[in-house]
């Protein structure tokens, strides 16, 4: 069976869908490789590479004959086109934000996976690309916060006196969030942090951040992941961190709800007793943003009492770290398929858990209960796209 890697088509987007070491694990079990020419390169593997490890060097028109199609952003509508059916595609896809894709996919008859929706379960931790990448982007946050802070984050005792640590509060305790706080700690930084999951608190103390207890409920949804809060439980947590927040150097946002917009974290008001000169990174800022105002890619100065703070909001931030995003990337989506691979063929049970999961589609048959409402379908039976 033939695995097709594309060329990612996305403005920004510098990640590949598998690296030569990858392509070589998957030759391995008994599946022929092939990626479009210079698809790599941006992320620094060139196609010499690849056909060192066994795969072939293609032009798009490939995917029409490919039996799996591995990216990282969702396929473009044309190259959706050219899918054959029965294809299998596996990607980053969010259901709830990008139904007509789904449908487009589904109008294919093809089986989509997705990453998005992969079940955190143990034995599918070798699959989790939304940790490997969430762990490049907490990482490069920081890197973005120090970069522009006007302040030292370490605490440096001069001749010219002392100049004291930076106040870093990281809000959101998945995994880009405890590396966004490992990283301001080993910068030196004093760092802070709040999760809606009480469970979190000594994760975040293994980091060397202090958790802070809003006296809130807890708002954990299945799998360890956050759920969405109700309006009231929103307010009550924005009023209790806005002291928090005004007395902060630098505020990191890293919450997500898997699939769905990212929640508001800090309103408009809440920026409005900040310190002149502090920085606000919104990592959540392609999924919606979890700060008012907050816009992918772009900076946005907010006037405050006696000056300004500037709103940073992230995009492609794992594609930043190109290198590494993908090597961590290629591992998982290899992963993904020597579950569902037996002799060199490829064939998605869609009884096991992780398959059933993942499947946004199946066999063209629109299964993810998110992806449904959002195209106004009717939910399927219990055991379906749960």
Same mark, same amino acid.
């Given at each position: 069976m033939l695995v097709f890697i594309p060329a990612e088509t996305r403005a920004g987007e510098r990640r590949v869908g598998l690296t030569p070491e990858g392509a070589?694990?998957?030759?391995?079990?008994?599946?022929?490789?092939?990626?479009?020419?210079?698809?790599?390169?941006?992320?620094?593997?060139?196609?010499?590479?690849?056909? /060192?490890?066994?795969?072939?060097?293609?032009?798009?028109?490939?995917?029409?004959?490919?039996d799996v199609v591995a990216?990282?952003?969702?396929?473009?509508?044309?190259?959706i086109g050219q899918l054959k059916s029965g294809a299998i595609t596996i990607s980053f896809l969010s259901p709830a934000n990008d139904a007509q894709t789904v449908k487009a996919l589904a109008d294919k008859k093809v089986t989509a996976l997705s990453f998005d929706v992969l079940p955190r379960i143990s034995r599918a931790q070798s699959m989790d690309a939304l940790t490997s990448q969430a762990l490049c982007a907490g990482y490069r946050t920081v890197l973005i916060a120090a970069e522009r802070a006007p302040k030292f984050f370490p605490m440096l005792m001069t001749a010219a006196g002392t100049? +004291?640590?930076?106040?870093?509060?990281?809000?959101?305790?998945?995994?880009?969030?405890?590396?966004?706080?490992?990283t301001a700690k080993r910068l030196g930084a004093i760092v802070s942090a709040y999760d809606v999951r009480a469970s979190s608190a000594d994760e975040v103390k293994s980091m060397g951040a202090t958790?802070?207890?809003?006296?809130?409920?807890?708002?954990?949804?299945?799998?360890?992941?956050?759920?969405e809060m109700t309006p009231e439980r929103a307010k009550a947590?924005?009023?209790?961190?806005?002291?928090?927040?005004?007395?902060?150097?630098?505020?990191?946002?890293?919450?997500?709800?898997?699939?769905?917009?990212?929640?508001?974290?800090?309103?408009?008001?809440?920026?409005?007793?900040?310190?002149?000169?502090?920085?606000?990174?919104?990592?959540?800022?392609?999924?919606?943003?979890?700060?008012?105002?907050?816009?992918?890619?772009?900076?946005?100065?907010?006037n405050v009492p006696g000056g300004s703070i500037t709103l940073i909001g992230c995009k492609d931030l794992a594609s930043q770290l190109?290198?590494?995003?993908?090597?961590?990337?290629?591992?998982?989506?290899?992963?993904?398929?020597? #579950?569902?691979? /037996?002799?060199?063929?490829?064939? +998605?049970?869609?009884?096991?858990?992780?398959v059933q999961g993942s499947a946004v589609v199946?066999?063209?048959?629109?299964?993810?209960?998110?992806?449904?409402?959002?195209?106004? #379908?009717?939910?399927?039976?219990?055991?379906k796209g749960e």
């Open positions: 070589q694990k998957l030759i391995k079990l008994g599946l022929t490789v092939s990626i479009q020419e210079g698809a790599g390169q941006a992320s620094g593997y060139h196609d010499d590479e690849y056909k /060192a490890a066994g795969a072939s060097v293609a032009g798009i028109s490939a995917i029409s004959t490919a990216t990282v952003r969702p396929l473009e509508n044309d190259a100049i +004291p640590a930076a106040k870093v509060l990281v809000l959101g305790a998945g995994v880009a969030g405890l590396q966004a706080m490992a958790f802070l207890d809003l006296g809130l409920d807890e708002v954990e949804g299945s799998g360890g992941y956050a759920r947590q924005q009023d209790a961190l806005k002291k928090f927040i005004s007395a902060s150097d630098v505020v990191i946002t890293t919450a997500a709800v898997p699939g769905r917009k990212a929640p508001t974290l800090i309103t408009t008001d809440m920026m409005s007793e900040m310190k002149p000169g502090a920085i606000i990174v919104d990592l959540a800022a392609e999924s919606g943003g979890n700060v008012d105002g907050s816009v992918a890619g772009e900076d946005v100065v907010v190109a290198v590494h995003a993908s090597k961590l990337y290629a591992q998982n989506v290899v992963s993904l398929l020597t #579950l569902m691979t /037996a002799e060199g063929v490829v064939t +998605p049970d869609e009884e096991d858990e992780v199946f066999n063209g048959e629109i299964r993810n209960a998110m992806a449904r409402e959002a195209l106004n #379908l009717p939910a399927l039976a219990t055991g």
